[in-house]
């Protein structure tokens, strides 16, 4: 059974930096295109950042240039490197591997993380 632990989140001032980590147990991690996803309050889930198997990487508009994704496959985690925080930032995230051509989540979803950008 696959499990997505999340971690990092908290309350930052905006222009803050936050860095969050997924623990992913329980799959073949390093052949899958891993994802971090947000959702805002009274809002949809969305895909912010993936990256493929071999470190390719794709954002979001709202966040490029100022989050960065990155996975370490030996220890079966992917991160997500936020700089630049604003408050419209402000949401749960959540990581999941993405189905094949697509931005849906694979897996049941985990606890998430919460990020507060906040002065």
């Known amino acids: 059974q696959v499990q997505l632990v999340e971690s990092g989140g908290g309350l930052v001032q905006p222009g803050g930096s936050l860095r969050l980590s997924c623990v992913v147990s329980?799959?073949?991690?390093?052949?899958?295109?891993m994802g971090w996803y947000r959702q805002a309050p009274g809002k949809q889930r969305e895909l912010v950042a993936r990256i493929s198997p071999s470190g390719s990487t794709n954002y979001a508009d709202s966040v490029k240039g100022r989050f960065t994704i990155s996975r370490d496959n030996a220890k079966r985690t992917v991160y997500l490197q936020m700089d630049s925080l604003k408050p419209e930032d402000t949401a749960v995230y959540y990581c999941?591997?993405?189905?094949?051509?697509?931005?849906?989540?694979?897996?049941?979803w985990g606890q998430g993380t919460l990020v507060t950008v906040s002065s």
């Open positions: 999941n591997r993405l189905r094949a051509g697509s931005e849906e989540p694979f897996y049941t």
């Open positions: 329980g799959s073949i991690f390093s052949f899958n295109i």
